[in-house]
């Protein structure tokens, strides 16, 4: 009997502990529409300024679209596209580009076969800190190296406001 009540005496500690944690919140900071807002506009008017017509999409924490805006005289491809680079942007932690790079090396990656993946290049991760809350994508101009310097332009033009 003694045996029972030292195991039951340990399941109810086990639960005592573990009940607090159940309780804890999580603080965090995710970017506001107005950023996501900014960083759309630049990336359209750098890429603009260069001769490129370009459509860009903003996603939040969990890949949800915040932004997207069609840029003049952009095909209708570029609404996905934008779209998918962010995605993957956001949901790998890395520049789109880079999954390319990971599918060489391993042809029979799974995350090839999700929905909104791609291995195009013009999508870079937007970080608050170390941490990725958002990404943005830009597709229409001539290559995705010039899609991504615009994407860049675009999270440079909020930087201070990411810490």
Do not use: W
């Not at 960083?39 to 999409?57: D, H, P, R």
Request: aromatic share 4%; proline share 3%; hydrophobic share 40%.
């Amino acid at each position: 009997m003694s045996a029972y009540v030292s195991r039951l005496t340990l399941a109810g500690l086990a639960c005592a502990v573990a009940l607090p944690a159940v309780a804890q919140t999580l603080a965090r900071k995710d970017l506001s529409l107005d950023g996501a807002l900014t960083i759309a506009n630049q990336t359209i008017a750098t890429c603009k300024q260069n001769g490129f017509a370009v459509s860009v999409t903003v996603v939040g924490r969990n890949g949800e679209v915040l932004v997207q805006l069609r840029g003049d005289g952009t095909g209708p491809h570029t609404m996905e596209n934008s779209l998918k680079k962010a995605y993957t942007s956001r949901t790998f932690r890395i520049a789109s580009g880079e999954m390319e790079d990971r599918l060489k090396k391993n042809p029979a990656l799974g995350q090839a076969f999700l929905t909104n993946f791609t291995t195009g290049r013009g999508a870079l991760p937007i970080k608050i800190g170390e941490d990725v809350v958002a990404a943005v994508g830009a597709s229409g101009a001539p290559g995705g190296d010039k899609d991504e310097a615009c994407v860049k332009a675009g999270i440079d033009k909020v930087a201070d406001q990411l810490k």
